[in-house]
């Protein structure tokens, strides 16, 4: 399989691939209707800066193999088309040129002996995951079939490989952090720890504006790190579930949901789920990380407390003194 695109920043993606030669031929590819139209769109391109850029795409002319568009892409069965402007040309080897929703796209060509490296890079996309995902999807399939046709192979149904790679970059881009711990008392109390600022301060947070209560938003408190998060409560089910949103003033903003499964009547197993990241890949996969760890301290520390009445300290000290 191809390697996968990358989101270089929040607002812009990369993709890299090793093209078949000549040079001249992929500039063909990125630039001739007919030809482009084999893997992406069809429509004129006036390559001068300022020029007109027509796309008219079919995806169902892209390959013999038959396959309809999912539900929400049901609006382009029939073709979609846009034009943009022609930002910079320098033949045969960088092509940029504006795309719809206020987008830009950038094509680089370099010879590497007798293939090509082509870069395609996208900027000024949505930041939102659900966007990102769609069009990571999109480039990804159509240069697929761009590596497909410069090979003389028969490329796949655009629609049927877009679905497997939208899958395949929501798993990337949209993960999620979890953990878990078995506390031994019952599901209302520990539940209750969560809810009642009284209980959490002795294994999370230092202060809190108020209890957690269904619509109520409050806020939490580290003192020895000087952070505040903003909690808005999305969701209370009483002794089973807390659903909240927060984050501390110039973060990003998450989503976590706490479940209290009762086990053997008397015990709770407690699991965190963590998503909603923003930010490029790096910063995501490092958000994941950093919320796993994070929450496993809050249940370690939950656990002492609950069951023996230990205050372990465990998220003041990790970071004690500033110290990494």
Not at 69 to 92: D, Q, W
Not at 152 to 169: A, H, I, K, V
Request: charged share 25%; with cysteine; glycine share 10%.
């Amino acid at each position: 399989m191809d390697s996968l695109g990358k989101m270089i920043a929040p607002d812009t993606l990369r993709f890299e691939r090793v093209l078949r030669g000549p040079i001249d031929r992929v500039w063909a590819y990125l630039t001739e209707s007919e030809k482009r139209g084999k893997w992406l769109a069809k429509g004129e391109m006036e390559l001068v800066k300022g020029g007109k850029v027509t796309l008219n795409f079919l995806h169902s002319e892209l390959s013999p193999e038959a396959g309809s568009p999912p539900e929400k892409y049901k609006a382009m069965e029939n073709g979609h088309s846009f034009t943009g402007t022609v930002l910079r040309v320098e033949a045969p080897r960088l092509l940029s040129f504006t795309w719809e929703g206020g987008t830009y796209v950038t094509f680089e060509l370099e010879e590497i002996g007798d293939e090509v490296l082509l870069i395609v890079t996208h900027r000024k996309l949505p930041v939102t995951a659900g966007a990102r995902i769609s069009v990571l999807g999109g480039w990804h399939t159509h240069l697929h079939i761009l590596q497909a046709n410069l090979e003389g192979r028969t490329p796949p149904n655009f629609w049927t490989l877009d679905s497997q790679m939208e899958e395949r970059y929501g798993d990337r881009l949209n993960p999620r952090a979890e953990t878990g711990m078995l506390i031994r008392k019952p599901a209302a109390e520990v539940y209750e720890a969560f809810v009642n600022p009284e209980t959490t301060t002795q294994f999370w947070f230092t202060r809190s504006t108020g209890r957690l209560e269904s619509g109520k938003t409050v806020e939490w408190i580290w003192d020895m790190y000087a952070i505040t998060s903003r909690v808005v409560v999305k969701d209370l089910v009483p002794g089973k579930k807390i659903e909240i949103e927060w984050g501390a003033e110039g973060y990003p903003r998450t989503r976590v949901e706490f479940g209290f499964e009762a086990v053997e009547t008397e015990f709770t197993f407690v699991h965190i789920v963590c998503d909603g990241f923003s930010g490029d890949e790096d910063t995501i996969q490092k958000m994941e990380v950093d919320m796993a760890t994070g929450f496993g301290w809050v249940l370690a520390g939950a656990k002492a407390w609950l069951e023996f009445g230990v205050r372990l300290n465990l998220v003041g000290d990790r970071f004690y003194g500033g110290r990494k």
